[in-house]
Nanobody, 125 residues
Framework: QVQLVESGGGLVQAGGSLRLSCGSSVPTFSMYAMGWFRQAPGKEREFVGG????????YYGESVKGRFTIAIDNTKNTVYLQMNGLKPEDTAVYYC??????????????????WGPGTQVTVSA
């Protein structure tokens, strides 16, 4: 059973930074893809970024490009989301997700079989 647990969320002022971590109960290199999503109150879950095991390329949602960075440490089975230049509109619950099978579109929620419980990020103006 794959279990994912996010950590690192909290309250930060606009312009600040946070680093989220996602620990996996199974080796991260065994997953085909890892992704980050977020969901603000009253809104749909939104793709933040993702990476495939077969590629070193990261992909990001338009709203976070240039500000957020994904990294994977396979020795620690952990995926990170470095968030810089945070804005109040980044306030949301952030979720880590993993896909064991092939993923054609990283931004599609249904591509991921495993999800963490989420961690709250609040950005004050």
């Amino acid at each position: 059973q794959v279990q994912l647990v996010e950590s690192g969320g909290g309250l930060v002022q606009a312009g600040g930074s946070l680093r989220l971590s996602c620990g996996s109960s199974v080796p991260t290199f065994s997953m085909y893809a890892m992704g980050w999503f977020r969901q603000a109150p009253g809104k749909e879950r939104e793709f933040v970024g993702g990476i495939r095991r077969t590629s070193s390329n990261m992909y990001y949602g338009e709203s976070v490009k240039g500000r957020f960075t994904i990294a994977i440490d396979n020795t620690k089975n952990t995926v990170y989301l470095q968030m810089n230049g945070l804005k109040p509109e980044d306030t949301a619950v952030y979720y880590c997700a993993a896909a064991a099978g092939r993923v054609d579109q990283l931004s599609r929620l249904s591509a991921y079989a495993y999800w963490g419980p989420g961690t709250q990020v609040t950005v004050s103006a």
